[in-house]
């Protein structure tokens, strides 16, 4: 069953967490409701791209979306 796409406001404090505050991804889980399985997948592109929390600071919503979503449709949700 495929993962549900999280909001790109859940993304980027996933991604903040992690890389800036240096969470575990389980306090990443208890703290956002996303589930292990999404936040490993996110946490392992990030890593891949060779991505910091400097440069995803600087990207707008539609660049982290061709990011870590480059086969969907990138409009911005919310």
Same mark, same amino acid.
């Given at each position: ?5 999280? %909001? &790109? +406001? @859940?993304?980027?404090?996933? $991604? /903040?967490?992690? !890389?800036? *505050?240096?969470? %575990? &991804? +389980? @306090?990443?889980?208890?703290? $956002? /409701?996303?589930? !292990?399985? *999404? ?15 400097? *440069? ?23």
């Amino acid at each position: 069953m495929p993962t549900k796409r999280i %909001s &790109m +406001r @859940q993304l980027r404090e996933l $991604l /903040r967490l992690r !890389l800036h *505050a240096g969470l %575990s &991804m +389980r @306090q990443i889980k208890d703290s $956002l /409701r996303i589930s !292990l399985g *999404a936040i490993q997948k996110v946490i392992s592109k990030a890593q891949a791209e060779g991505l910091s929390w400097v *440069a995803i600071e600087k990207l707008n919503d539609q660049q982290l979306a061709r990011l870590f979503y480059p086969a969907s449709d990138t409009r911005v949700l919310g």
